[in-house]
Nanobody, 126 residues
Framework: QVHLVESGGDSVQSGGSLRLSCTASDRYTISEHYMGWFRQAPGKEREGVAAIDPSEHTTYAHSVKGRFTISRDNAETTLYLQMNDLKDEDTAMYYC???????????????????WGQGTQVTVSS
């Protein structure tokens, strides 16, 4: 099972930007797998934010479309989430997910991703 480590979470003001990173364990080539970012705010269910498939097709939640960008590096070991124009409602723990399926990516379904990181906290304040 792949080991995922997220980083880049921080406290920022509304309108600011952050870039989250997710590094996979050795020999796990991100470009060959369905990957995603999810988030969970206190008292709320985990929700899908963005996903990317092996063909680089991406899916975004409506609430982040146009502000967030999911990508992966050329070495294919790190997944990114660039977050711009952050809003208070983006405050949450952000999780990286791997070993998903086409369905998981297309519909941002957490149930169909098999590996998860421990999360990185993003806090946005006005």
């Amino acid at each position: 099972q792949v080991h995922l480590v997220e980083s880049g979470g921080d406290s920022v003001q509304s309108g600011g930007s952050l870039r989250l990173s997710c590094t996979a364990s050795d020999r796990y080539t991100i470009s060959e797998h369905y990957m995603g970012w999810f988030r969970q705010a206190p008292g709320k269910e985990r929700e899908g934010v963005a996903a990317i498939d092996p063909s680089e097709h991406t899916t975004y939640a409506h609430s982040v479309k146009g502000r967030f960008t999911i990508s992966r590096d050329n070495a294919e070991t790190t997944l990114y989430l660039q977050m711009n124009d952050l809003k208070d409602e983006d405050t949450a723990m952000y999780y990286c997910a791997a070993a998903g399926t086409w369905y998981a990516c297309r519909y941002l379904s957490a149930a169909y991703f098999r590996s998860w990181g421990q999360g990185t906290q993003v806090t946005v304040s006005s």
